[in-house]
């Protein structure tokens, strides 16, 4: 399942990168990234490599688009880890000027990919504590607060509570 009600995910090509870096290098938007180069040729190269790492089936990187194939955004599913049925997810970045739904349905086609197509069972993440509105957003969505540094709260989000708080919320938009 690559769809939602209103989005949809195709894997990254190298002829993301532009449209990759353009995002990346908006200050509205990177203020909770890793910094990342603005050579294309480079952004390409690790968009090369990234798909070694997609055969192996330990990440996967998405665009996220409108029905109509507007792209929206990127977001990665990386740190699979087979034996320990556990994923991460972010590198999440979404223009500013995009349908309501769309993060949440972002999130909602993360947990079902990794937890009905990849067979995961948890998800570990960290955010920002300066990152409040994803923090927020992240703890309404179920994922519980597992310890926290100077910098990062690091969360984790069982598949069973998943499943419970999306029949319950957001099964509308499946």
């Known amino acids: 399942m690559l769809k939602t009600k209103n989005i949809k995910f195709e894997l990254v090509t190298e002829d993301d990168a532009e449209r990759i870096i353009e995002l990346r290098k908006n200050d509205n938007l990177n203020k909770y990234l890793s910094a990342t180069d603005e050579d294309i040729e480079k952004q390409k190269k ?6 070694n790492r ?13 029905e109509e194939d507007e792209i929206l955004g990127y977001v990665r599913v990386y740190k699979i880890n087979k034996k ?7 590198s999440w970045i979404m223009k500013e000027e995009k349908p309501i739904s769309s993060a949440l349905e972002t999130a909602i086609l993360i947990y079902e990919i990794a937890f009905r197509e990849l067979n995961m069972e948890k998800a570990l993440f960290e955010v920002m504590k300066e990152n409040t509105k994803v923090v927020s957003f992240h703890k309404k969505f179920g994922a519980t607060k597992i310890s926290e540094d100077a910098e990062f709260e690091y969360f984790i989000l069982e598949k069973e509570d998943y499943f419970k708080i999306r029949e319950k919320k957001y099964k509308k938009y499946l």
């Open 46 to 51: 690790w968009i090369k490599e990234y798909k």
């Open 84 to 90: 320990e049925k556990s994923f991460t997810w972010g």
């Open 54 to 66: 997609e055969k192996d089936g330990t990440e996967y990187y998405y665009s996220i688009r409108t």
